[in-house]
């Protein structure tokens, strides 16, 4: 039988930080620790758990089927630890010195992660920010589920009931071309859009679209010849070549500022496409948490309002 009494508590944050790192290295950089005393407790956890736990692979350590169930109890436990502790303490966001990291896939990410750090820098000093602006987020769901990611900005949802969010504003997706491309000089009509050709933002997710304002889109079939990684890349590909791109509205001014694009006018009654700032239901109630998705939204809408 095992004994609860045999257990050193302080050995779970490493077999967490393992876990989620996949990486003694990492996990020791996380944890403030050198690489060695990370290893020692790993063999301390292999004994107490009579498993192997983590087996070494080509870059990191892979967790066993031990390991990965331990893990299912054990994160939901400690963050549910962590969060009592910090309610206790209290949030104070002016002293505060907490780490948060964001996702923000829209491709206004950058100008709202600048905003959220202005607004801290006023409200909350010492509190650090990192963020990440791809528009393919690996893993978004599991990150959010193990705390890597402390909120993300989206227009897809992560399923089922653990995640909660709210819709920050409303996008649409619009056609564009450079300003002295040909269409623009006739009528607009569905024709010039299927017998053009587009540079599209490579899917996400497989079949038919969960968001409708794209799905819509999605339905017309038009014709792809170049896919590619970041929604930026749109914008840039667009303005020097004679292929229109799909951009959301919320980027028409710098698009037409910054790059001379132009929209066609033309497209399917779309839906619109809700941006949601999306977080785990286990970090609803706690403080600074809270104060983070209010910064976080604040600054997101004071940019879209701007234009």
Do not use: C
Not at 116 to 127: D, F, Q, T
Not at 254 to 269: F, H, V
């Amino acid at each position: 039988m095992f004994n609860i009494r045999s257990v050193d508590l302080n050995l779970l944050p490493v077999f967490e930080a393992v876990y989620e790192e996949q990486s003694l290295s990492r996990a020791a950089v996380r944890l403030a620790m050198t690489q060695s005393a990370v290893s020692h407790a790993v063999t301390r956890l292999r004994a107490m758990f009579s498993d192997e736990l983590f087996v070494r692979r080509s870059r990191g350590v892979a967790p066993t089927p031990t390991a990965e169930a331990i893990y299912a109890k054990l994160h939901d436990a400690l963050g549910s630890m962590r969060e009592a502790v910090a309610e206790r303490r209290g949030f104070v966001a002016r002293t505060s010195e907490r780490k948060f990291f964001l996702a923000v896939t829209h491709p206004l990410g950058p100008m709202i992660v600048l905003r959220l750090l202005e607004r801290l820098a006023i409200a909350a000093p010492n509190i650090s920010i990192s963020a990440s602006t791809r528009s393919r987020p690996i893993d978004l769901d599991r990150a959010l589920r193990d705390g890597r990611i402390d909120a993300a900005i989206d227009w897809i949802e992560p399923q089922g009931d653990q995640f909660k969010s709210t819709v920050l504003f409303e996008d649409v997706m619009v056609a564009v071309a450079r300003k002295d491309h040909a269409a623009l000089r006739r009528p607009a009509s569905m024709k010039t859009l299927r017998e053009g050709s587009f540079v599209a933002l490579r899917p996400r997710v497989e079949g038919e679209h969960p968001v409708a304002g794209l799905r819509e889109w999605q339905r017309l079939n038009l014709r792809v010849t170049m896919e590619v990684s970041e929604i930026l890349e749109v914008f840039m590909v667009t303005s020097q070549s004679d292929l229109f791109g799909l951009i959301p509205r919320s980027m028409e001014k710098i698009a037409r500022s910054a790059l001379g694009l132009r929209p066609l006018g033309i497209g399917p009654k779309s839906a619109s496409v809700p941006i949601k700032l999306i977080w785990h239901a286990h970090r609803d109630a706690e403080p600074g948490q809270a104060f983070l998705r209010k910064e976080l939204g604040s600054a997101a809408r004071k940019i879209v309002e701007r234009g």
